[in-house]
């Protein structure tokens, strides 16, 4: 008698037990295109705070960069906590641009995402600063479990900068 046919097949995907198996999400063309090219052509203050975030350098959380939640392109991304976090240059100061900002934050916490902004100024001029806040913010009474953050200002803005 062959014992081998008790002991049924392994799972389809990665691994014995197929864990780590995700659906692939496809993206709209237009909108990998300009992830890629926001990838390949980012800012200073960007590139300076992938360096502090990369490869679970901060708090070992896993961080992506230019990730898209259609319509949109996030700057960085933490799944794990549905944590977003924004850089935003001068463009960012003008009531249109701030009221856009709102309008894409408020989007993105319905859909379970919360939004830190940061100005490119503080990340280049402040950068132990900006993660210090960012520190507080995971770990204050405003963030009631690791995995749910909040901002601390309506706008999702960080303290450092003030608006004009």
């Known amino acids: 008698m062959n014992n081998e046919a008790a002991v049924p097949p392994s799972p389809a995907g990665r691994g014995a037990g197929g864990e780590g198996v995700r659906q692939k999400l496809t993206l709209p063309p237009e909108t990998l ?3 890629r090219n926001l990838r390949s052509n980012q800012t200073t203050a ?3 705070l992938w360096t502090l975030l990369r490869n679970r350098r901060f708090f ?3 961080f992506r960069r230019q990730h898209s939640v259609p319509p949109y392109v996030l700057d960085f991304f933490c799944d794990s906590l549905s944590l977003a976090i924004e850089l935003d240059g001068g463009q960012h100061n003008d009531d249109v641009a701030v009221s856009r900002d709102q309008r894409r934050s408020q989007w993105l916490a319905d859909r379970g995402i919360t939004v830190i902004r940061y100005w490119n100024n503080d990340v280049l001029q ?3 600063s900006v993660l210090e806040d960012l520190m507080l913010k995971l770990e204050s009474d405003l963030c009631p479990s690791p995995d749910a953050v909040a901002s601390t200002s309506p706008e999702g803005r960080g303290k450092l900068g003030e608006r004009a």
């Open 126 to 128: 402040h950068p132990e």
């Open 46 to 48: 960007e590139s300076l």
């Open 33 to 35: 295109v300009f992830a």
């Open 60 to 62: 070992g959380l896993k």
